[in-house]
T-cell receptor, first 113, second 115 residues
Framework: GAGVSQTPSNKVTEKGKYVELRCDPISGHTALYWYRQSLGQGPEFLIYFQGTGAADDSGLPNDRFFAVRPEGSVSTLKIQRTERGDSAVYLC???????????FGSGTQLSVL | AQSVAQPEDQVNVAEGNPLTVKCTYSVSGNPYLFWYVQYPNRGLQFLLKYITGDNLVKGSYGFEAEFNKSQTSFHLKKPSALVSDSALYFCAVRPRDNYGQNFVFGPGTRLSVLP
């Protein structure tokens, strides 16, 4: 079956612009996670959804970052007024409710010039 | 605060030799423990997990990991390395209780298996 899909695979934007990153989880997976991975580092937790609600958004670095999952499936990570420091690979993962195994997408490489 | 340490940035091993990739953690209680692998230009893939029971867990591609509660370690091992095992390996933990469902990842260890 289809895995976790993330679009776009690459996004180049200018400092100050707004970007949206999309994640389409595995069908039936109620848990959805966003992580950010900078070069040479491990994935850094951003936000976790259980269904439509954000169960834990403690990893969002500031109020420029926001994520939604209105129908409990597809999620969008939104970044306002992008900064060069936001450049990273943004990873999405999903799992069944209470599941211990995460399924990751291939990520979106965001480059802020 | 939860943290995961992988003390080696890079591990080099000759093909056919045993390999170990080290992981230690600092988490309250008894967490769930995981290893994930990241091949070039691909997403992270689950390798194995420790939930409870036998301290030696077996996973995909011939990998295994040993949980040591007293040393708070969860080292990844394989008896005979393959060139195709060359990749980035991440150790991760998740609290066993319901507070916080997020997984915390280590910084990663790059494994290079030399032919």
């Amino acid at each position: 079956g289809a895995g976790v899909s993330q679009t776009p695979s690459n996004k180049v934007t200018e400092k100050g612009k707004y970007v949206e990153l999309r994640c389409d989880p595995i069908s039936g997976h109620t848990a959805l996670y966003w992580y950010r991975q900078s070069l040479g580092q491990g994935p850094e937790f951003l936000i976790y959804f259980q269904g439509t609600g954000a169960a834990d958004d403690s990893g969002l670095p500031n109020d420029r970052f926001f994520a939604v999952r209105p129908e409990g499936s597809v999620s969008t990570l939104k970044i306002q007024r992008t900064e060069r420091g936001d450049s990273a690979v943004y990873l999405c993962a999903s799992s069944v409710q209470g599941g211990e195994k995460l399924f990751f997408g291939s990520g979106t490489q965001l480059s802020v010039l | 605060a939860q943290s995961v340490a992988q003390p080696e940035d890079q591990v080099n091993v000759a093909e056919g030799n045993p390999l170990t990739v080290k992981c230690t953690y600092s988490v309250s209680g008894n967490p769930y423990l995981f290893w994930y692998v990241q091949y070039p230009n691909r997403g992270l893939q689950f390798l194995l997990k420790y939930i409870t029971g036998d301290n030696l867990v077996k996973g995909s591609y011939g990998f295994e990991a040993e949980f040591n509660k007293s040393q708070t370690s969860f080292h990844l091992k394989k008896p005979s390395a393959l060139v195709s095992d060359s990749a980035l390996y991440f150790c991760a933990v998740r609290p066993r209780d319901n507070y916080g469902q997020n997984f915390v990842f280590g910084p990663g260890t790059r494994l290079s298996v030399l032919p």
